[in-house]
């Protein structure tokens, strides 16, 4: 069965500064990863995906993502944080088999200070 | 940038009110979603369709219920609204074909219910 662990609910940075967002994922078959963001009253937004073809991926905004097979991690990271970057942040596995569903971490919330 | 609608954002309605929230999509996905998100929580999923006339329970037990007799429309319907029923709902839909892009869900703004 697959599942995914987001360590931090909250995160808090300053503008400037690294942005890394764990999520820790567990499954039986090679994974399809996801990162979403969701802004306040609004819907998820596709970052970035994870698809097999290389393991840092680049999304949108400035944020990539490394998959680490060994240590079964997705982290997200941005090199600089900018005040439009607090949202929530899901990360997701696709469940096995072609279902299409996802199953999703619990959400960070990203904080940035000025 | 995903072409999927949901209407009405907000509603406020009183307790035993029915209510329907729409859900549309223009990408001719065949598989679509419905997501209860609770604020700052997780979403669960309570409803997803494969494709027309195919409707099926999700993770998290709902009294809500789902039709799709059209590719693009997947409307949630409560029967009589409660308060426990207060909460966001989400759609979202993928493509059916291909592991990755089928996987790979697109979602629409949300529909706040809050219910008196």
Redesign the interface.
């Known amino acids: 069965a697959q599942s995914v662990t987001q360590l931090g609910s909250h995160v808090s940075v300053s503008e400037g500064a690294l942005v890394l967002l764990r999520c820790n994922y567990s499954s039986s078959v090679p994974p399809y990863l996801f990162w979403y963001v969701q802004y306040p009253n609004q819907g998820l937004q596709l970052l970035l995906k994870y698809t097999s073809a290389a393991t840092l991926v680049k999304g949108i905004n400035g944020f990539e993502a490394e998959f680490k097979k060994s240590e079964t991690s997705f982290h997200l990271t941005k090199p600089s944080a900018h005040m439009s970057d607090a949202a929530e942040y899901f990360c997701a596995v696709s469940r096995s088999g072609n279902t299409g569903k996802l199953i999703f971490g619990q959400g960070t919330t990203l904080q940035v200070k000025p | 940038e995903a072409d999927?609608y949901?209407t009405p954002?907000y509603l406020v309605i009183g307790t035993g009110k029915k209510i329907t929230l729409e859900c549309s999509q223009t990408m001719g996905h065949d598989?679509m979603?419905w997501y209860q998100q609770d604020p700052?929580?997780?979403?669960h999923?309570i409803h997803?369709s494969?494709g027309v006339n195919s409707t099926e329970k999700g993770d998290l037990s709902s009294e809500s219920t789902v039709s799709r007799i059209r590719t693009e429309h997947f409307p949630l319907t409560l029967e009589s609204a409660r308060p426990s029923h207060t909460s966001q709902y989400?759609c979202?839909s993928?493509e059916?074909g291909?592991?990755?892009d089928?996987?790979?869900?697109?979602?629409?703004?949300?529909t706040?219910l809050t219910v008196l």
Request: hydrophobic content about 30%.
């Open positions: 999927i949901q954002r598989k979603y700052g929580m997780e979403l999923l997803y494969y989400l979202a993928s059916m291909g592991e990755v089928g996987n790979t869900q697109y979602f629409g703004p949300g706040r």
